[in-house]
């Protein structure tokens, strides 16, 4: 299993890149609730910044003409790493 850091850097790459496909996996049952209320505006970004802020959470900036940031809880699911909970920071 990819350690934390990794699969949130990963995770930061597949949402720049768009890749749906991917990021699918990326979230429990209630992150991927969680994360369709931020569907209706989505990120438009160019590069990342991960701060982990403790407790297997992250602070994820998405940085383009403006910078966006999400917060995000993970937790071992399965075998990897998956959002369970986010918000969006502006």
């Known amino acids: 299993m990819a350690d934390l850091k990794e699969t ?3 995770h930061a790459r597949d949402v720049i890149a768009g890749n749906m496909a991917a990021l699918m996996g990326d979230f429990t049952p209630n992150g991927l609730t969680k994360v369709m209320g931020l569907a ?3 990120i ?3 590069s990342f910044e991960v701060k982990d802020v403790g407790n ?3 602070e994820i900036s998405y940085i383009g003409a403006t910078t966006r940031k999400v917060w995000s809880r993970w ?3 399965g075998g990897k790493w998956q959002v369970d909970d986010l918000k969006d920071l502006g």
């Open 8 to 10: 949130q850097e990963r």
């Open 40 to 42: 209706a505006n989505p």
């Open 44 to 46: 438009s970004a160019t």
């Open 56 to 58: 297997s959470e992250a």
């Open 75 to 77: 937790v071992e699911s």
